[in-house]
């Protein structure tokens, strides 16, 4: 019985990890508005929702749209809010971001598979 209690800490300890992982790289690439490396985990397929846009984008037509939300609001301190898992074995990360056009609230949706992260939705919200 010890050994299948160790094990299911160590496997909820290490899927944490990997979602702090991912979450601490979203932040830096939000920090530094690296829209290429953030799209490197886009879905082919997206929900993104900004001020102005809302719907389901292609991973090209999303790093578009991101890219030109980061070009007119330059970060100038981004945190970490909140992440961690939901039932369905989603991921999150909320980051507050202070821009030169204001505060947002910028939630990442992703999930990771064969250790592979996909982003499947992005909400950027004042």
Same mark, same amino acid.
């Given at each position: 019985m $010890?050994?299948k209690v160790i094990?299911a !800490? *160590?496997?909820?300890? $290490?899927?944490f990890? =990997?979602?702090?992982?991912?979450a601490? &790289?979203?932040? /830096?690439c *939000? &920090?530094?508005?690296? !829209?290429?490396?953030?799209a490197e ?5 997206i929900?993104l929702? #900004?001020?102005g846009k ?7 037509q999303?790093?578009?749209? +991101? @890219?030109y ?6 970060? #100038? &301190? *981004? /945190?970490?809010?909140d992440k =961690? %898992?939901?039932s369905n @074995? @989603? %991921?999150? !990360?909320?980051? &507050? #971001?202070? #821009?030169?056009r @204001?505060?947002?609230?910028i939630s990442?949706f992703?999930? *990771?598979s064969d250790?592979?992260? /996909? +982003?499947?939705?992005?909400k +950027? %919200? /004042?």
């Open positions: $010890l050994p094990y !800490v *160590v496997f909820a300890s $290490l899927s990890k =990997g979602a702090s992982q991912n601490n &790289r979203y932040l /830096k *939000v &920090r530094n508005s690296d !829209v290429s490396s953030l985990d886009f879905n082919n397929s929900q929702s #900004t001020p809302d719907g389901f984008y292609s991973k090209s999303a790093k578009s749209i +991101i @890219g939300f980061f070009n007119n609001h330059n970060p #100038t &301190r *981004v /945190k970490i809010a =961690g %898992q939901s @074995g @989603g %991921q999150f !990360v909320e980051l &507050r #971001t202070c #821009t030169n @204001g505060e947002f609230d990442i992703y999930k *990771v250790s592979e992260s /996909k +982003i499947h939705e992005i +950027i %919200q /004042k």
